[in-house]
């Protein structure tokens, strides 16, 4: 074979490759979707999946209507295509049912091959051009499904499962179905592994996305589950960014109320204190009275006392007013005694009226 023409069968056994991965994908991530869902969910896609199993056994082939998750016989369908299908086949008009041909196990051949693990990308490839080594039929003769095996990173050898079916086995029956209008989607068999299909890919029925169908749903699903996955951790940061200001906000209220508290306590206290400082500083008044009364003479009265804040002034009538300031200076805590005004002489009496300031002063002993 020409180089050419090998590349003239890689184009569409690629795209077809490619198709079924995306197929499988599909599938298995609607499967791990639909297991997260909550049960009355997975209840009502159920009863929107509707599927026909057939299962050959030589010219006739058994049916099982599987519907919510419940199977019902389906009668029996004839291989002859002039015999149409049984009303018990059907599942009423406008239901998107899924054709499943269930081979038996007996006409399978199933296989474990080993490969090079560089053949991985292109595995679809090899096992088609490797098939009449793999086994005793040609690739046009046969249909055939693999499946790889999960193994440790970096193996040298690929382990893949190899399932073959002869083609004259099945031609027929997707014919008669075929011909009906309702072609089969999916070829399995007795024990074979999950979403294993011997369609070949390019002649898998192609999934389309309608308005509100399952699939749809399905996607619309994934992509919402997508964006939100994208987007918690942004509304997370949001929402934890938002909780710390509060958090911050009422703090600072906090902190601010203590500070407005700490000052108001500073402040009594420091007023409380200043009192006790006066009153401590304040010259006790009796103190001075008991000096004023121990040295002024008999001969002297005071008509008025004024005391303002260590400043004392005296007004009254004596005999002899000028010895008074002698007197007055000898006392302890009582300097700067000295005449605010002349002294004057009352002619009714014949003493001298005088007006004395002196400044009194808390004493050592005190």
């Known amino acids: 074979m020409a180089i050419t023409d090998r590349f003239n069968l890689l184009s569409p056994l690629r795209l077809a490759d490619a198709r079924v991965r995306l197929a499988g994908l599909h599938q298995a991530t609607r499967g791990r979707l639909i297991v997260c869902l909550p049960d009355p969910l997975k209840r009502f896609l159920a009863s929107r999946e509707h599927c026909l ?6 010219a006739t082939a058994s049916l099982t209507k599987v519907s919510g998750g419940l199977r019902t016989s389906g ?8 015999l149409p299908l049984s009303s018990e086949a059907l599942f009423g008009p406008d239901v998107k049912v899924s054709r499943v041909l269930s081979m038996p196990r007996d006409t399978v051949l199933t296989r474990t091959v080993s490969l090079p693990a560089q053949v991985r990308s292109n595995l679809a490839q090899v096992i088609r051009y490797e098939l009449d080594r793999l086994s005793p ?12 095996r999960p ?4 193996a040298p050898r690929l382990v893949v499962d190899l399932a073959i079916c002869r083609r004259d086995l099945i031609d027929a029956w997707l014919d008669r179905f075929k011909n009906d209008g309702a072609p089969i989607d999916r070829i399995t068999w007795e024990g074979a592994w999950p979403r294993a299909n011997l369609l070949p890919p390019q002649e ?3 999934t389309r996305l309608t308005l509100f169908s399952l ?6 699903a994934i992509a919402g589950l997508l964006a939100v996955a994208m987007l918690s951790p942004l509304w997370q940061r949001h929402w934890v960014a938002s909780s710390l200001e509060d958090e911050l906000r009422r703090v600072r209220l906090e902190v601010v109320a203590v500070d407005d508290l700490r000052q108001e306590l500073e402040r009594a206290r420091l007023g409380s204190t200043a009192v006790l400082q006066q009153r401590w500083d304040e ?19 005071i008509q008025t006392l004024d005391y303002n804040n260590g400043q004392v002034e005296l007004r009254g009538e004596s005999g002899q007013a000028t010895a008074l300031i002698g007197l007055l200076e000898r006392a302890p805590g009582i300097d700067a005694v000295s005449f605010r005004s002349p002294v004057t002489q009352v002619p009714q009496t014949g003493k001298e009226r005088f007006n004395i300031s002196l400044r009194f002063s808390r004493m050592a002993d005190e």
């Open 53 to 58: 199993i057939i299962e050959p056994a030589g």
């Open 75 to 82: 009668g029996e369908v004839s291989i002859d295509p002039a």
């Open 137 to 148: 039929f040609q690739a046009s003769d046969v249909l055939y499904d693999f499946q790889p």
């Open 151 to 154: 193994g440790p990173k970096g």
């Open 204 to 206: 898998r029925p192609q």
């Open 215 to 220: 699939n749809t749903l399905v996607w619309v």
């Open 283 to 301: 010259p006790n008044i009796l103190v001075l009275l008991r000096e004023l009364t121990d040295r002024i003479p008999d001969d002297t009265w």
